[in-house]
């Protein structure tokens, strides 16, 4: 079974600084996807930006950019000139390509975000 | 507009009760699923269908029912038999095809009293 890891519960960061959420997966499989979602405390589940395990080049969406590692399995999230409407929970989350497409996704278990003024 | 929407958007239950969540789409997407998120957790996958009158259980099945008559519905039952129904939980839906993305909806939060 895949599984998510999420090592950060809560981060920190100055408003316009720039700031890294980890996340690590564990599968067996070659071919699948990677994303993150953003929570707000309305909780509703924005996606963020998607990553396609066979491109090796790194999604990038505005301010927010990943450091997508295929074989050491990590799979990070950089968030650029932060605002403070970024801050919300951050869920890193793995979805297999098999299954016709409807495979649900894996999540871990969020990180935090607290925008400092 | 095209969304899914969930009601209702809170749910009271009494211990022993079944209760039925429900969950809309006009995205005309195929496949729906149903998430449960506890606190200081991700969400957990409970049902997922991708086709009228077909669903597989997720990871955390046990307890929950659900059905797929008609393309855009897709309820979910906590039955009686669930040991800790009090959760948050998420409706998504996507398209059948490679790296679909998932689309979610607001959610409802059910207490057990």
């Known amino acids: 079974a895949q599984t998510v890891t999420q090592s950060q519960p809560e981060m920190s960061v100055q408003e316009a600084e720039t700031v890294t959420l980890s996340c690590t997966y564990d599968?067996?499989?070659?071919?699948?996807?990677l994303f993150w979602y953003k929570q707000p405390p309305s909780r509703q589940m924005i996606l963020v930006i998607r990553?396609?395990?066979?491109?090796?080049q790194n999604a990038t969406e505005n301010r927010f950019s990943v450091n997508f590692q295929k074989a050491a399995k990590s799979f990070s999230l950089k968030i650029s000139d932060s605002q403070l409407g970024d801050a919300a929970m951050y869920f890193c989350?793995?979805?297999?390509?098999?299954?016709?497409?409807?495979?649900?996704?894996?999540f871990g278990k969020g990180t935090h975000l607290i925008i400092q003024p | 507009d095209g969304g899914i929407t969930q009601s209702p958007k809170y749910l009271f239950r009494k211990e022993g009760q079944n209760v039925t969540l429900s969950c809309e789409q006009n995205?005309?997407?195929?496949?729906m699923y149903w998430y449960r998120q506890d606190p200081g957790q991700g969400l957990r996958l409970i049902y997922y269908s991708q086709i009228v009158n077909d669903f597989q259980k997720g990871d955390i099945a046990e307890g929950y029912s659900v059905s797929r008559e008609k393309k855009e519905s897709f309820p979910l039952t906590v039955t009686s038999a669930q040991k800790n129904p009090t959760a948050f939980y998420l409706c998504?839906?996507?398209?059948?095809?490679?790296?679909?993305?998932?689309?979610f909806g607001p959610g409802t939060r059910l207490t057990v009293l």
């Open positions: 599968t067996s499989e070659s071919d699948y996807y």
């Open positions: 995205l005309n997407h195929d496949a």
């Open positions: 989350a793995y979805r297999r390509v098999g299954g016709g497409g409807a495979d649900g996704l894996t």
């Open positions: 990553q396609e395990a066979y491109k090796q």
């Open positions: 998504a839906s996507s398209i059948l095809r490679r790296g679909g993305e998932q689309f």
